[in-house]
């Protein structure tokens, strides 16, 4: 993530030794329909954990730039990359932590494909899946927060749903004002803050403290009530970790670039991939590329009104008319405003289709771009 403008010296501030997000948080499914991918596309995509980066590429783009400001959210991508070309697809899960290492094989494995984690051996040995600082503040709520209000058993049956209708049947058993009091607590903006992001990521926040666990528990409640469980994964490893994840058993419950098909596919697909540690709007302004596609993540968070419409300013003279930009806002509500109406049009009715459908509840909106 990154921008060259003041606003981003608040994120510039952060530490960027630490690997922040271990997976991706925002539905691939939404990304994808958004952007619409062909052979002939140039892609930007901020890296985060790389799990869209990879995603998109199943579609087999002409390229994907990958840019991040974090060399440790870069070495996660950079890992999988390489995982991908030189292992087994039993030895790439094992790896990343999406299967059990019985025979304390993951340092071994690693041998062939170093560097970052020379210096974070102990972070690879558990298994990168769930080392991210977001990641791993989920857990306690998971592990021990929720079995307090609700049993293991009942999450099960939940997440088990095959239709709709079932789904809600079994919501309305489940103790929901117990567990909305439990993540309403957990997801306070001061606890997260603290513990799974940083006080420098709400420097934009715009309403009180106090409504963002409101926010939160809303969105999560809508995705529980109208957007189908029965392959939604994300709110599983919110709600039950890696209980029931399996991407070789269940190839329809996991991310694409995790399924046996997926990793088959992407061996040939990977040189692609470039990978750039920098602010995006370094990157731009010396790019080779120019982009007809752009997945920004939820960049816009950390930026105010003003350098929002900077950075799409910059990045529309990068892209090729007619190009497709997607990001979301997670609490801070952003998108090109007014003045760029001639550059750069939001996509309303599109965008509003695939946020009803968007299986993640972390965000608030999702929006698609397009170049004018």
Known sequence: MGTDYMAQSEIRSLDFSIIRYSKVWEDHRTLTNALELTEEDIVISITSAGDNTLNLLLAGPKKIVAVDLSPAQNAVLELKIAAIKNLTYDDYLLILGESEDVEKKRLSIYQTIKAYWDSHSNTLEDGISWCGRLDKFFIPYHKDGLPTVVSPEAV?????????????????????????????????????????????????????????????????????????????????????????????????????????????????????????????????????????????????????????????????????????????????????????????????????????????????????????
């Open 156 to 372: 099960d049956r939940f997440c088990a749903a095959e239709t709709l209708e079932e789904q809600r049947e079994v919501l309305q058993q489940l103790p929901m004002n117990d567990i909305g009091e439990l993540t309403r607590q957990y997801l306070s903006k001061k606890n997260v803050a603290k513990h799974g992001r940083s006080e420098a990521q709400y420097k934009f926040l715009e309403q009180p403290a106090d409504d963002v666990s409101t926010i939160y528990w809303k969105q999560m409640c809508r995705v529980c009530h109208d957007v189908p469980v029965k392959d939604n994964f994300y709110l599983s490893w919110f709600l039950r970790g890696s209980r029931g994840f399996d991407p070789n058993i269940k190839p329809n419950y996991a991310p694409p670039y995790l399924t046996r098909d997926g990793f088959n596919k992407l061996k040939g697909l990977v040189d692609r991939i470039e990978v750039f540690t920098c602010g995006l709007e370094d990157y731009l302004k010396n790019s080779e590329y120019t982009f007809s596609k752009a997945n920004l993540s939820d960049i816009f968070e950390y930026m105010s009104h003003e350098d929002t419409d900077a950075t799409f300013d910059l990045l529309v003279k990068s892209m090729t008319k007619g190009g497709r930009i997607a990001f979301w806002n997670h609490v801070c509500p952003r998108q090109p405003s007014s003045a760029l109406s001639d550059k750069v049009k939001v996509l309303t009715g599109l965008s509003n289709e695939l946020y009803k459908k968007d299986r993640v509840f972390y965000y608030c909106a999702f929006y698609v771009a397009e170049t004018i």
